[in-house]
């Protein structure tokens, strides 16, 4: 039985962070009905395909790389009272995100046009994938370096703070693509005025970050420990942040030579699974966001030396997700068509009768996507990060991308079977997870 107190705290903090992930995939959402309305399949490709390869990035080395050791330990941290070594770590590691970051932005940046090339883009999508990554790259360096900030403030339990930071750069980010793309007030940019909408609003966000993360956070970052690296420190963030990162390089390697080979069948089949991709994304958030809630807490515990609170809190964390992620189960089961129409014109009949077969497949998964990220939250917080690798490189590389090669790319099944593999890959992959948690008790 689930205690109130327990359930109150759990909720406190994981509900900003999943407000957090709805609103931020609600303005990708937002940002792609507007690209998809303005310039229809081919459009929707070309932003796909540079987003999809800056994300890969973004979520390998910095998302759920190096700040999810800065979350982990700092929580560790502040569970343990030692305000000091929180400080060390949020500030070493935010250093050495950063040093990561400007390195991914300058390859980007340099090589948008070979990348794209690399992704399979060809002709006007490839003209347009390349000049719209290569201002895009600008705006992920802002979000790269406000990710690991918020890692810092999620780490002791702050989630309001990176919540209304999100909410103001959704906002700015929604208001900018309106006049940009479409020329409202400014005159028309087309595609590349969503990407001048990003690197503004992502350039304010950081700079609010900034400010409260060096005046007014509990956990400061401190000039004198960026400048004096501890290799202790340095040590054990890299202990949990290269498993992490290789962890999720691994899945998104393999959901990037994924794309490719969807990226193969045409724009019509690649387009209707971006779109489902995107929608499902509203579903996963809040999965992702009990998953990083776990994290914090399991840290927490685990510096107040008390796994029997840790156990608590991850078992809590996981039925709240379930339940959340099988309510939109529900919603994709009986309202596929209608959400895809909202993001394609009316006349681009395939793609939404594709599409909403795809997100019909997908509300089978979601169960299973809840157990596996809150499961692997809780070993991540806990400092064993090298179990969630496994087992994501066992699932990614022996389920789904011989799978997909042999019906996709060889075969030339329809891109339903994509989904029918992803539904088998994440069924595997949160049995295993499940099996690596409970060894840890």
């Not at 078992?315 to 209608?338: K, N």
């Not at 997908?362 to 596996?372: R, V």
Request: charged residues 15%; positive net charge.
């Amino acid at each position: 039985m689930l205690e109130k107190k327990m359930v109150s705290y759990v909720l406190n903090l994981s509900m900003p962070i999943i407000f957090e992930m709805l609103i931020s995939t609600f303005m990708i959402i937002f940002d792609t009905m507007m690209i998809g309305n303005f310039g229809g399949n081919k459009a929707v490709t070309a932003v796909g395909i540079s987003s999809e390869i800056i994300f890969t990035l973004i979520d390998i080395f910095i998302a759920v790389g190096i700040t999810v050791g800065i979350t982990a330990l700092v929580a560790q941290s502040m569970g343990a009272k030692d305000l000091i070594n929180a400080e060390k770590y949020a500030s070493e590691g935010v250093a050495i995100g950063s040093i990561i970051s400007i390195i991914i932005f300058v390859v980007v940046f340099t090589f948008s046009k070979e990348i794209a090339i690399i992704a399979g883009a060809k002709g006007d999508i490839l003209e347009t994938a390349a000049c719209f990554q290569k201002f895009f790259s600008i705006a992920m360096l802002f979000n790269m370096i406000s990710t690991q900030i918020k890692g810092v403030l999620r780490g002791y339990g702050n989630t309001f703070v990176p919540l209304k930071i999100c909410a103001l750069v959704s906002i700015i980010k929604i208001l900018l693509d309106w006049m940009l793309i479409f020329g409202h007030v400014f005159p028309r940019l087309c595609i590349i005025g969503a990407a001048y909408a990003s690197i503004i609003s992502e350039g304010v966000g950081m700079l609010f970050l900034f400010k409260y993360i060096f005046i007014n956070s509990k956990v400061k970052l401190r000039i004198k420990y960026i400048l004096n690296f501890d290799r202790e420190i340095i040590s054990r963030l890299l202990k949990i942040a290269i498993p992490s990162t290789m962890e999720d390089a691994v899945f998104n390697f393999s959901r990037l030579l994924c794309t490719f080979m969807i990226m193969s069948r045409g724009s019509v089949s690649f387009a209707a699974n971006q779109i489902a991709n995107t929608i499902e994304n509203v579903s996963i958030m809040p999965g992702v966001a009990f998953g990083m809630a776990t994290t914090t807490l399991v840290g927490i515990s685990v510096g107040e030396k008390s796994l029997k609170k840790a156990h608590k809190y991850t078992e809590t964390c996981a039925i709240w997700s379930i339940c959340i992620m099988s309510f939109f189960s529900f919603i994709f089961l009986f309202f596929s068509t209608i959400l895809v129409k909202f993001f394609i014109k009316e006349q681009e009949a395939e793609v939404i009768l594709l599409a909403a077969a795809c997100l019909f497949i997908g509300a089978l998964e979601q169960p299973f996507i809840a157990i596996s990220h809150c499961f692997a939250g809780a070993l991540k917080g806990a400092g064993k990060a090298k179990s969630p690798f496994v087992v994501s490189f066992l699932t990614s590389i022996f389920i789904r991308v011989p799978l997909i090669y042999y019906f996709i790319y060889i075969n030339k099944y329809p891109i339903t079977y994509v989904w029918w593999i992803t539904v088998f890959q994440w069924f595997v992959d949160g049995i295993l997870m499940y099996i690596c948690y409970k060894k840890m008790v």
